[in-house]
T-cell receptor
Framework: NAGVMQNPRHLVRRRGQEARLRCSPM?????VYWYRQLPEEGLKFMVY????????ESGMPKERFSAEFPKEGPSILRIQQVVRGDSAAYFC????????????????FGSGTRLTVV | DAKTTQPPSMDCAEGRAANLPCNHS???????VYWYRQIHSQGPQYIIH???NNETNEMASLIITEDRKSSTLILPHATLRDTAVYYC?????????????FGTGTRLKVLA
């Protein structure tokens, strides 16, 4: 029973290049969340997706960042024209159900992708 | 903005109980308190959660005050492997699911 899988674990990009971060949720989970963690800081919420839909992107920068969770395949966080300030750890989490089910299941986090922009 | 406040750091002797406090004075009646920890730079790991009653599992105990404005995570016999950043989180309903708003956490160092 694999957990949340993120790849790559480490990604180095030059300024101006594109970064693609992938997240495969736990089997059966249809809710995916992306968080960003700058060095020595806590995790900051970026975006919440369900299959094929972006539900809440209030934490995602308006420019250069986009996210998707297609019907088939992993969720993708894409950063275009990366800058040094994008260097951070990006974590993905998934959950089984949403609020309507009245459950208290927590998030399961992946091991993260560490993006370094040089 | 985080709805919780925690001390930035704590030390604990190996084998002793580690008591990590958290204030969440603006918590609403149906909002749960969750605790996660992050070892080195790994992904956060779930520890425990509760609403109003005290909770215990194989990892820790969670004591929530009667007014629910604060809670304490207890690691009964801390080991060196428990050295980590511990996050107290209030789970906030959002867009049909829940949003976890992380604060800066407490950096626990277990000393040999």
């Amino acid at each position: 029973n694999a957990g949340v899988m993120q790849n790559p674990r480490h990604l180095v990009r030059r300024r101006g290049q594109e970064a693609r971060l992938r997240c495969s949720p736990m089997k059966g989970h249809s809710h995916v969340y992306w968080y960003r963690q700058l060095p020595e800081e806590g995790l900051k919420f970026m975006v919440y997706l369900q299959k094929e839909n972006i539900i809440d992107e209030s934490g995602m920068p308006k420019e250069r960042f986009s996210a998707e969770f297609p019907k088939e395949g992993p969720s993708i966080l894409r950063i275009q024209q990366v800058v040094r300030g994008d260097s951070a750890a990006y974590f993905c989490a998934s959950s089984l159900t949403g609020i309507s089910a009245g459950t208290t299941d927590g998030y399961t986090f992946g091991s993260g992708t560490r993006l370094t922009v040089v | 903005d985080a709805k919780t406040t925690q001390p930035p750091s704590m030390d604990c002797a190996e084998g002793r109980a580690a008591n990590l406090p958290c204030n969440h004075s603006t918590i609403s009646g149906n909002e749960y308190v969750y605790w996660y920890r992050q070892i080195h730079s790994q992904g956060p790991q779930y520890i425990i959660h509760g609403l109003k009653n005290n909770e215990t599992n194989e990892m820790a105990s969670l004591i929530i005050t009667e007014d629910r404005k604060s809670s304490t995570l207890i690691l009964p016999h801390a080991t060196l492997r428990d050295t980590a950043v511990y996050y107290c989180i209030v789970r906030v309903p959002n867009s049909g699911t829940y949003k976890y708003i992380f604060g800066t956490g407490t950096r626990l160092k277990v000393l040999a």
